[in-house]
């Protein structure tokens, strides 16, 4: 069962790839876009290969801090690897929805604790999360112009965005600080779709809310006493996201482009991602090529916009993915052989 979703996964992620590259090359002259590449300078990518990783690093240091701070064993190279798993599924699933499974596979053949993991990813998601709501919401409230104008051709993609990240982020933290609530709702959902159609394991349904509900009653008091790290991890997760939103400023500058900051291309970056973070799309893949050509048609002009959001998105989401999915291969080759060995040769 596992193997079939992972292949529709894949397969999925190939369908929007090829629908992508279809929709972002259609007409356009590929000879003028390799010269425009060519005539741009490399070492502004080189920089920004070494944000995503750094960005990718980032959550292992918030995973070591937190896991640390309650007491668990755990590896700093291993918590490396946990967040280039995390990343590598996160960006071939629809709405990320990947990331965390995987990264508690490794965690469990590491012998941590499940249900501290889990409480620590969730935080590691809600802080994520609410960054990008953070973002948003300064926006739309102070609305500057120099943003509001090249925001304007996508402004429903943008309220969407934040619409939905804050209700996701809202419900999160109604999980958490009132998880009895938050149980009733889903259980009399639950009976309500019980009393539609007949539902064969409404029990056991009904014991999997009870015991996730526990879990996020782990966190309301994880972040009760560990104010001070929610603090820290916040910290953290602002500096994490802006460097990947600057890589946008360092690709346009390495085409010697001017006339707009640093804060105010990050920023627009950061409202793509905003606008496409809980779509059902891997990456963000499509909407995300799509947004960044009208938003940054009149800064790059006509001409630069194709070079740069090729070589924006190649570094922010296909680097990312790649270089993931090599360290993801290391993950499956290192994490938890040492005992499966030793095992092997104790049954010898």
């Not at 925001?151 to 419900?171: D, E, H, K, S």
């Not at 994490?240 to 085409?255: A, D, E, G, K, N």
Request: glycine share 8%; hydrophobic share 50%; with cysteine.
């Amino acid at each position: 069962m596992k193997n079939k979703k992972a292949i529709l996964n894949i397969l999925f992620l190939l369908l929007v790839f090829g629908l992508t590259i279809y929709y972002v090359f259609r007409g356009e002259d590929m000879n003028a876009l390799r010269e425009y590449l060519r005539q741009s300078k490399v070492e502004y990518w080189v920089a920004g290969v070494v944000l995503v990783v750094l960005f990718i690093l980032s959550e292992s240091v918030i995973i070591f801090y937190m896991m640390r701070s309650v007491g668990q064993p755990v590896i700093l190279t291993h918590c490396f690897l946990y967040s280039f798993v995390g990343f590598f599924f996160s960006a071939i699933t629809p709405s990320a929805t990947g990331g965390q499974p995987a990264q508690l596979y490794f965690m469990k053949k590491d012998k941590l604790s499940m249900s501290v993991s889990t409480l620590i990813l969730m935080v590691v998601t809600i802080t994520y999360k609410a960054v990008l709501v953070l973002i948003g919401l300064l926006v739309m409230i102070f609305r500057p112009r120099e943003i509001m104008e090249f925001l304007a051709p996508v402004m429903g993609w943008c309220y969407l965005g934040v619409a939905l990240n804050v209700f996701c982020v809202t419900f999160m933290m109604i999980l958490v600080f009132h998880p009895t609530l938050a149980e009733n709702i889903l259980i009399g959902g639950l009976n309500l779709i019980g009393k539609v159609v007949h539902l064969k394991k409404q029990e056991q349904w009904r014991r999997k809310i009870h015991s996730s509900m526990e879990k996020y009653r782990d966190v309301a008091d994880y972040l009760r006493k560990n104010k001070m790290v929610i603090t820290n991890v916040l910290l953290i997760t602002i500096v994490q996201r802006c460097m990947w939103f600057f890589i946008t400023y360092l690709v346009y500058v390495s085409f010697s482009l001017e006339g707009v900051g640093p804060v105010a291309i990050t920023t627009l970056q950061g409202m793509i991602s905003v606008s496409v973070d809980m779509l059902p799309l891997p990456g963000g893949m499509g909407i995300s090529e799509n947004l960044f050509l009208q938003i940054f048609r009149p800064i790059c002009g006509k001409e630069y916009v194709l070079p740069v959001m090729v070589v924006s998105r190649g570094i922010s989401y296909y680097t990312q993915l790649i270089i993931s999915a090599l360290l993801t291969g290391v993950a499956y080759l290192t994490i938890g052989r040492q005992d499966e060995n030793k095992g092997g040769s104790r049954r010898e």
